[in-house]
């Protein structure tokens, strides 16, 4: 059952280090294709008009009781999360880099051309939608080891400290950090619970469907 995975899965094409800057072409490509498609997921959500991921609200919450922009807390929140990285023995990687340069491209394209359903029920469908792309995408660029971004790099870290099982530790970190941004006083959302909730159990499908299709 994926709900129960704890590890992420080594595949054929999966980089045997993490610290690997000339990996296989097979390797860059899923990793390129599954940050794609997390950027893709990214930008839905935020098209879907339903409510911002967790993590922006908290940097909204933040910024309301702070002189500092949302754009700085969000930079300075993902540095505070690289730190964390250290005692959880997580390394940086490739796909650390290109975490943030092709999920921000995809945010931007989606934003200026995937147009917002005037229907709600059509939002909340495309709200849906984009956090289990958001997991898919995960959990593919994840299987090569080329690295995580900081919110992940926080969850397999803790994942491995724990034992316990992915969408746990997942699902727990964004409830926590949505419960600290709404208590805040950051914005929540419907489209913002479906992410808190759903996007440990997307990311845990995401890995179990990977091993299995390249088992």
């Given at each position: 059952?994926?709900?129960?995975?704890k590890?992420?899965?080594?595949?054929n094409?999966?980089?045997?280090?993490?610290?690997?800057?000339?990996?296989r072409?097979?390797?860059?490509?899923?990793?390129?294709?599954?940050?794609m498609?997390?950027?893709?997921?990214?930008?839905l959500?935020i098209?879907?008009?339903?409510?911002?991921s967790?993590?922006?609200?908290?940097?909204?919450?933040?910024?309301?009781?702070?002189?500092?922009?949302?754009?700085?807390?969000?930079?300075?929140?993902?540095?505070?999360?690289?730190?964390?990285?250290?005692?959880?023995?997580?390394k940086?990687?490739?796909?650390?880099?290109l975490?943030?340069?092709?999920?921000?491209?995809?945010?931007?394209?989606?934003?200026?051309?995937?147009?917002?359903?005037?229907?709600?029920?059509n939002?909340?469908?495309?709200?849906i939608?984009s956090?289990?792309?958001?997991?898919?995408?995960?959990?593919?660029y994840?299987?090569?080891?080329?690295?995580a971004?900081?919110?992940?790099?926080?969850?397999?870290?803790?994942?491995?400290?724990?034992?316990?099982?992915?969408?746990?530790?997942?699902?727990?970190l964004?409830?926590?950090?949505?419960t600290?941004?709404?208590?805040l006083?950051?914005?929540?959302?419907?489209?913002?619970?479906?992410?808190?909730?759903g996007?440990?159990?997307?990311?845990?499908?995401?890995?179990?469907?990977?091993?299995k299709?390249?088992?």
């Amino acid at each position: 059952m994926f709900l129960k995975i704890k590890n992420i899965p080594k595949v054929n094409w999966s980089s045997e280090k993490t610290y690997n800057f000339k990996p296989r072409f097979s390797t860059l490509f899923f990793c390129c294709f599954g940050l794609m498609l997390f950027g893709l997921g990214e930008g839905l959500l935020i098209v879907s008009i339903t409510g911002a991921s967790p993590w922006s609200v908290l940097a909204q919450g933040i910024s309301l009781n702070v002189n500092l922009s949302i754009g700085m807390i969000t930079f300075l929140i993902s540095v505070s999360v690289l730190i964390l990285w250290i005692p959880l023995g997580q390394k940086p990687g490739m796909a650390t880099i290109l975490n943030a340069l092709i999920i921000a491209l995809m945010i931007d394209l989606c934003i200026k051309f995937v147009p917002t359903p005037s229907n709600y029920y059509n939002q909340l469908i495309l709200a849906i939608v984009s956090v289990i792309i958001v997991g898919i995408g995960g959990g593919i660029y994840l299987v090569s080891n080329l690295g995580a971004g900081p919110r992940d790099g926080l969850m397999v870290g803790l994942q491995k400290k724990t034992n316990l099982p992915i969408a746990l530790v997942r699902g727990t970190l964004e409830i926590t950090v949505v419960t600290i941004g709404w208590y805040l006083g950051g914005t929540v959302g419907i489209g913002t619970l479906l992410f808190a909730f759903g996007i440990g159990p997307c990311v845990a499908l995401g890995l179990y469907l990977v091993d299995k299709l390249f088992d």
